[in-house]
């Protein structure tokens, strides 16, 4: 966001940037998984990252070659350096390391095994591949990652181009809803990390539902209920077959500040008059706290 695509502080819109600072962060995430241990044996350490399930555009080897490195650079290229020490197969050829730059030790310091891992469900992406064309440049900002139609794929690296469908119906905040994409991701991380604990660390689905003058206030928000029961459930039957994830964390408990969105999205499970500040909890708010107290989807 910052680095790549140049939609946060510092604004910058330069992919070497982000390989760069990706880089940094990799190594400072392990270091800091070190330093919490070494102040407390008893610490259990994860990381949570932005996750979006991928599939490929047709059932090509291209596509899915594609998809699996969009999988690699925008879901576990963090948590791969963690577990093993080495950036996942994220890219055409080998990874630019001189670009990253990457030193020789460096594979030692990034390996931090966790304890758990905690990723963020929202909707998922359809990917096609770009390997074979000319790179022309570009890149541009879709709200949750770097996507581009043009020439050659989003970055000379990567060499795919990432969409989000609309085969489902879209969530006020412009997201496809698609509720298997919970059930896909988590099983396959599962799969792919010999069943680590999860924590479904943020989920959630922005539409603006306000009170309503003729039931007194009270707010109806029947489609964000129908998102997380159907969210939930998936989760549910990902757990049935041998997922352990020991926590659901909904996005979010108060409608906020939404990042470069400011005021315009509404996640929150209780309602925000940003003009005085009152709360009111909406519907799903009332239906989620029965939902958290019996454990059961159907209340």
């Keep these: 966001m910052g680095y790549a695509a140049g939609a946060f502080p510092p604004c910058r819109n330069n992919f070497s940037d982000f390989l760069k600072a990706a880089h940094t962060l990799a190594l400072a995430q392990a270091e800091a998984h070190r330093a919490v241990k070494a102040a407390s044996s008893q610490a259990t350490v994860g990381s949570a990252y932005e996750m979006a399930p991928a599939y490929p555009k047709t059932d090509s080897d291209d596509d899915r070659a594609a998809a699996a490195r969009y999988h690699a650079m925008n879901n576990v290229f963090f948590l791969e350096t963690a577990m093993h020490g080495r950036y996942p197969k994220a890219f055409v050829g080998e990874p630019p390391y001189e670009l990253m730059g990457f ?22 992406r359809i990917v096609s591949d770009a390997s074979k064309e000319q790179f022309l440049g570009g890149g541009k900002f879709s709200g949750t990652e770097i996507e ?9 690296y990567t060499r795919f181009r990432a969409a989000m469908p609309t085969e489902g ?5 412009g997201l496809e809803v698609w509720p298997r994409g919970m059930y896909d991701l988590v099983t396959q991380i599962s799969r792919e990390y010999n069943h680590p604990i999860i924590e479904i660390t943020e989920s959630g689905c922005g539409y603006l539902d306000g009170p309503d003058e003729e039931q007194k206030g009270r707010i109806p928000d029947g489609r964000r209920i129908q998102w997380y029961r159907e969210v939930l459930a998936e989760l549910a039957r990902a757990i049935a ?7 659901f964390h909904a996005w979010t ?9 400011g005021y315009t999205e509404r ?5 925000t008059d940003f ?22 989807l159907n209340v």
Excluded at 148 to 156: E, F, I
Excluded at 267 to 271: M, N, P
């Design 169 to 173: 119906p879209l969530t006020d905040a």
């Design 241 to 247: 077959d041998g997922a352990r994830v020991r926590a």
């Design 148 to 156: 581009s139609n043009a020439p050659g794929g989003r970055d000379p």
């Design 103 to 124: 030193k020789a030790g460096d594979e030692k310091l990034l390996r931090a095994p966790l304890d758990w891992v905690g990723f963020h469900y929202y909707t998922r």
């Design 275 to 296: 003009r005085n500040q009152k709360r009111t909890i909406k519907d799903s708010g009332l239906w989620y706290a029965r939902v958290a107290a019996s454990n059961r």
């Design 267 to 271: 996640y929150g499970l209780i309602y």
């Design 253 to 261: 408990l108060l409608d906020n500040f939404q990042w470069a969105e």
